[in-house]
């Protein structure tokens, strides 16, 4: 069975169980949130350690095949564009449909969250490198420890091949160990799924939000059946580029439900071998810096939920001048939330609603209730970027062994 149809499977009977047994009895409801934050956290266990035995394997094999600045450069230019695309596709949708307005709640005041900068710079450099494999939520820590090793293994790769050995038999345990991982979650995922289903019902009972779960479905829609299709299409000559959104279907439905962006990456690593061919020196470079830079997905639904509120408090126009802060706001900012794996999309949210000021401060209160399915499209989008993202600089730098689809896990 494909894997993809484990995980549609797992997350239906999740979704269905949510409908039939008492999720409204309180202590019932703690054990189903307590099941899925523990099998977030056994999804999670192996992403450290398999980034960071694998980080070491890809900087080692780039440098030494002289493809690294090739690698990063594309990589680079990738999460920039499709950043870029995300924000101006969610800026468009609302600034050109108008949905409804949102009721004004009055809900008590809490404090503005802000990004501490200075401290996210610090702590990629722990006062041990030893601590960088403690760091489970900001992977861009130990990946910089990784790539450290990678690099100086490859300068003398005579002297240091104990060390690459001993980093690539590590990758290809931690590997092995976390397809069996992945086997598992979908089982695993029927928890999640039923404890995503139980706040989701809440959401879309209510009606308030719909107009605006609508949008993010049309945008999600036009980007991994239009817009990425034809990148793929027109930057790779690929004539078959729907092929990728095949392979991303599993950690797509992953994604979802979990709206962690850490979670899905073995599962995405797994698919871009095993569908896609990419090797592993591409994936083990592309899909870390991915999953912590490439947060265009955040910025959309951050963009789309912030004009809602905007139309929700005002009746009038929004300035020019404030839809370039709005885009500007969210395009940059989007980069910063690496630390955050699950539900930075509405920390952007709270920290624009913050530094526009002008009574916003606390709005973003109105769109409290709807944060789950925000994170979760947010996680989706980023999800869908990395794979295509991957798959492109695997093309670029011929670093990729293509699969026919009856070979796709």
């Not at 694998?54 to 690294?68: D, Q, V």
């Not at 000559?237 to 990728?244: F, G, L, S, T």
């Not at 709270?350 to 209160?365: D, P």
């Not at 209730?369 to 999800?383: E, K, M, N, R, Y």
Request: hydrophobic share 55%; proline share 4%.
């Amino acid at each position: 069975m494909k894997v993809w149809i484990k995980y549609l499977l797992g997350i239906a009977l999740g979704i269905i169980t949510a409908f039939i047994l008492p999720v409204e009895n309180i202590q019932f409801n703690n054990f189903i949130s307590f099941l899925t934050e523990f099998f977030i956290r056994f999804g999670r266990y192996l992403v450290v350690p398999l980034i960071f035995s694998t980080g070491i394997i890809s900087i080692n094999k780039l440098r030494s095949s002289k493809l690294l600045f090739k690698t990063f450069g594309w990589t680079l230019i990738i999460i920039v564009f499709s950043t870029f695309i995300l924000t101006l596709a969610g800026l468009l949708s609302i600034v050109i449909v108008r949905i409804p307005r949102i009721p004004i709640t009055v809900d008590n005041a809490v404090n503005a969250v802000r990004f501490d900068i200075k401290g996210l710079i610090l702590s990629l450099f722990p006062y041990s490198g030893f601590e960088a494999l403690k760091e489970g939520s900001f992977l861009l820590v130990s990946l910089i420890f990784s790539f450290l090793i990678g690099w100086e293994s490859a300068s003398e790769e005579t002297t240091f091949k104990p060390v690459f050995s001993l980093a690539d038999s590590l990758s290809k345990l931690f590997y092995n160990i976390s397809v069996f991982f992945t086997e598992v979650l979908s089982v695993l995922s029927i928890a999640i799924a039923c404890n995503w289903a139980y706040t989701f019902r809440d959401i879309i009972t209510s009606g308030i939000y719909t107009s605006m779960i609508i949008m993010f479905l049309v945008d999600l829609v036009l980007v991994v059946a239009v817009i990425y299709p034809l990148i793929l299409r027109y930057v790779c000559h690929d004539p078959h580029p729907y092929k990728v959104l095949y392979a991303s279907l599993a950690p797509m439905f992953l994604s979802f439900i979990s709206g962690d962006s850490n979670l899905i990456l073995p599962l995405s690593i797994r698919h871009a071998k095993e569908s896609l061919g990419i090797r592993r020196r591409c994936s083990g470079f592309t899909f870390p810096i991915f999953s912590i830079f490439a947060r265009g997905g955040s910025a959309l639904v951050s963009v789309i939920s912030f004009i809602v509120i905007w139309r929700s408090y005002s009746s009038l126009s929004i300035p020019f001048t404030d839809i370039l802060w709005i885009f500007g706001i969210a395009f940059g900012m989007s980069f910063l939330l690496g630390g955050l794996p699950s539900g930075g999309a509405f920390v952007l949210l709270t920290i624009m609603c913050s530094q526009y000021g002008k009574g916003f401060e606390t709005s973003f209160l109105l769109l409290k209730p709807a944060a789950l399915i925000i994170c979760s499209f947010a996680t989706l989008f980023d999800c869908v970027t990395a794979m295509f993202g991957s798959y492109i600089v695997a093309v670029k730098t011929k670093m990729i062994e293509h699969h026919t689809l009856q070979h796709f896990i």
